[in-house]
């Protein structure tokens, strides 16, 4: 069994372009949540993807999106950068269903994003 | 939006002592997750417990759950160096989406 992992490690933009980052969910996993962590902060969620349809969002804006393939690995995409873009991004699969879901999330390593 | 709020902010403490730290919500959950992170890597999850639970063990942790004070604590005896790293509390509510606080930083000094 695999766990998450995410792609890249580390990833340095410039203002104004565009980023996509990935994620592979654990095996047997149908739900992907992406999170921005801010250097001191925690953890703030963006969306959840569950079985290929957003599942919540939080308090991001349409600048962020997302996708989540039939295989449930899923992409973050981000337009037009901004420096406060900069933060490390997490990824979690879990097993959700429909309805809801509370159990736990595995996360990846995480891609730390620099914005200049 | 159900949010965690943990306490102490940092922890200092010498390898062998316990460690305890609290979290603090403020609507009825469905569980609460307690989560640890090594410095700018992921989060690893370390227990969960249900609404209906009020304290679960997992090796040299242990979690209580009071739902009357909407408060929950991990403590973390015989601490070890590997220890060290930030904690946070994750209730869950009425949605999937976890809403972390800015955790407890524990040190733990060889």
């Known amino acids: 069994e695999t766990g998450v992992t995410q792609s890249p490690t580390h990833l340095i933009k410039t203002r104004g372009q565009q980023v996509t980052l990935r994620c592979s969910s654990q095996?047997?996993?149908?739900?992907v949540s992406w999170y921005q962590q801010a250097l001191g902060q925690g953890p703030q969620f963006i969306f959840q993807?569950?079985?290929?349809?957003?599942?919540g969002r939080g308090n991001f804006p349409p600048r962020f999106s997302g996708l989540q393939f039939p295989n449930y690995s899923s992409e973050l995409n981000v337009n037009a950068l901004e420096l406060d873009d900069s933060a490390l991004y997490l990824c979690?699969?879990?097993?959700?269903?429909?309805?809801?879901?509370?159990?736990?999330?595995?996360f990846g390593p995480g891609t730390r994003l620099t914005v200049l | 939006s159900q949010q965690g709020e943990e306490d102490p902010q940092a922890l200092s403490i010498q390898e062998g002592e316990n460690a305890t730290m609290n979290c603090s919500y403020k609507?009825?959950?469905?569980?609460l997750q307690w989560y640890r992170q090594n410095s700018g890597r992921g989060l690893v999850h370390l227990i969960l417990?249900?609404?209906?639970?009020r304290e679960k063990h997992s090796g040299r942790l242990r979690v209580t759950l009071d739902t009357s004070k909407k408060s929950s604590s991990l403590l973390i005896t015989a601490s070890r160096a590997a220890d060290t790293a930030s904690y946070f509390c994750?209730?869950?509510?009425?949605?999937?989406?976890?809403?972390f606080g800015k955790g407890t930083k524990l040190t733990v000094n060889p």
């Open positions: 979690a699969s879990s097993i959700g269903r429909a309805g809801g879901s509370y159990n736990e999330q595995f």
């Open positions: 095996s047997g996993h149908n739900t």
């Open positions: 993807y569950y079985r290929e349809e957003e599942n």
């Open positions: 609507t009825s959950i469905n569980n």
């Open positions: 417990i249900r609404s209906n639970e």
């Open positions: 994750a209730p869950q509510g009425g949605s999937e989406k976890l809403v």
